[in-house]
């Protein structure tokens, strides 16, 4: 199934943006590392691209994708575990918020990660989970640092296995 990442955008817009070169990368080998422990002995995150953030912190700059199209805000946030239907906000303009809005669970899937906690098929859970807004046209200041700076945030919280949620 072909995912259309053009759809809530401007046609014109889109149009011009299906120009970008196509990189044809299904002979490559796909990374990957094997787990060091156990999955029922390992300290589990959630990281999702759906642009989620608590009601109390700072949302994701909307306001400038809407000025700047080829732009999208290269932050991330972090969810606390246990946070609330009421006190989480999506920003996001690429996917129908609404959903989230109802349960942010279809986005971040918290209350599976709890049940498998509770099933003991994961040894732990993060105590905090970090989400992005997926919509990265330019991928230069999230990959230099946005991600490191993601990735050390779960190495200080000693995660042993991510799962990434994408909208």
């Known amino acids: 199934?072909?995912?259309?990442?053009?759809?809530?955008?401007?046609?014109?817009?889109?149009?011009?943006?299906?120009?970008?070169?196509?990189?044809?990368?299904?002979g490559?080998?796909?990374?990957?590392?094997?787990?060091?422990?156990?999955?029922?002995?390992?300290?589990?995150?959630?990281?999702?691209?759906?642009?989620?953030y608590c009601k109390d912190d700072r949302p994701f700059d909307l306001d400038r994708e809407r000025k700047e199209p080829?732009?999208?805000?290269?932050?991330?946030?972090?969810?606390?575990?246990?946070?609330?239907?009421?006190d989480i906000r999506a920003a996001h303009l690429h996917y129908e918020n609404s959903h989230a809005l109802e349960d942010y669970n279809c986005m971040l899937p918290l209350a599976a990660l709890e049940d498998m906690l509770a099933e003991g098929r994961i040894g732990g859970m993060s105590e905090y989970h970090l989400t992005f807004m997926g919509y990265q046209p330019r991928l230069g200041t999230f990959v230099r640092e946005s991600a490191p700076r993601m990735a050390e945030r779960l190495m200080?919280?000693?995660?042993?296995?991510?799962?990434?949620?994408?909208g």
Request: hydrophobic share 40%; glycine share 6%; aromatic share 8%.
């Open 28 to 52: 490559e080998e796909i990374p990957w590392t094997p787990p060091g422990k156990a999955i029922q002995e390992s300290k589990v995150a959630l990281v999702s691209s759906g642009g989620l």
């Open 70 to 86: 080829l732009w999208g805000d290269p932050s991330f946030r972090e969810i606390p575990r246990g946070i609330s239907q009421q």
């Open 1 to 26: 199934m072909a995912v259309n990442s053009f759809k809530f955008m401007p046609r014109t817009l889109a149009e011009s943006m299906k120009v970008w070169p196509y990189v044809d990368t299904s």
């Open 156 to 166: 200080d919280m000693d995660v042993d296995l991510v799962l990434l949620s994408s």
